[in-house]
């Protein structure tokens, strides 16, 4: 026999548990995840409610639960718009809720009907539902793995088709509803298809708040936090991973190396937070400086390299110098005066089949050639490997 009692229950279960899983995420500050846990919170008082009313609800109760039913639908696609880096809500939408908890007190109150309720509560909540599937799919990184958000996407669609289902059979009179979920075939279908589709939303919810959290992690163990390179590890990977598909294509690449001058008397004169602030305007002036698709790495300390991929020995020497002007050209406040940075680079190009070690090895002989001539300058190592040429030689020497 049908008991609406025990699918408010289990709703209710369900609800709370998502609320509590959610709830422990809270530090992970994730976009949208207050509205998702205030949206389980809602459901559940809804349920509640709904519960204790058993079968015959109030006038009051259908408007108080219809509305938290709304509202949390409502905060589910602001949460996911958020999730995403989106505005949460639109004026038409806000627009839209308004009226809708309008009608539901005018056909609960004034002019009772089921079925005009049914219509504009379906249609509200399946444009919800959709606009979470389409958000989900068409946002999704597409560096990232897609099961979660493919996952989402489905449940969310499926559940837009089941509202609005449920209100074309209320529209056209399929179906006739004279009380609150009365225990007809399609409320029967339609709740069980709500008690799966409402808990598999709150998992995908999760998935991706899990997803999001394994991209920080990434990011962490391959970004250095101080200058936003890429760590040592991480860059030699990319590098192999380049080599690889040089040798694959017949392209070419070039590799340089970077070594801020003189580091080691920035931090004995001005400490070593001036130290960091020094790093981290390095990098600032080099990522914004380098091409898209070049990478960026720190090596250790303050030695740096830049992969230029599709690029010859002489264009990456022009491009490495055009950096090393810009960074000469800029200042550094410090807690005594300015400060002006320079480096020393050294430069070469992979050669067809040899191991990435050794074209790392000759970059770094022409940087301590740079060195060695004076700093503030960019070297490029030569075809034959044992000897630089310094395409910087009238450049100023630092003081």
Known sequence: MFSSVTLYVVGIMSGAISAVVFGSLVRSRIPGLFRWISANVLIVAALVALAFSDSSPTPLTVVFASSLFAGAAFLVLQGCRLFFGLRPSRLHEVVAFVLLVAGIVHWSFFSPNADARIVVMSGFLAYVRLMVAWTTYTKRPLHRPGYSYQFVAIVAAVGGFVHIARGLAAGLGWEHHTRFLEPTPMT????ALGIVTLPCL?????????????????????????????????????????????????????????????????????????????????????????????????????????LFPETTRADALTLVNSLRLHLAASTLSVLHGELTCTFSAGVDEYQANEMLANLMARADAALYSAKAMGRNRVVSAVSTGDETADVTKDSPKPT
């Open 188 to 191: 029967i279908a339609f709740l």
């Open 202 to 306: 709150s998992i995908g919810a999760l998935m991706l708040a899990y997803d999001r959290m394994a991209e920080r992690m990434e990011r962490l163990a391959a970004i250095d936090e101080l200058t936003g390179a890429l760590v040592r590890r991480e860059f030699m990977a990319q590098a192999e991973l380049q080599l690889e598909r040089t040798n694959r294509t017949k392209s070419r690449f070039a590799v340089a190396i970077l070594d801020i001058d003189h580091f080691k008397a920035v931090n004995d004169a001005h400490g070593h937070a001036a130290g960091d602030r020094a790093l981290a305007h390095f990098s600032s002036i080099v990522s914004q400086g380098i091409r898209r698709g070049d990478i960026f790495g720190r090596l250790g300390g303050e030695e740096f390299a830049i």
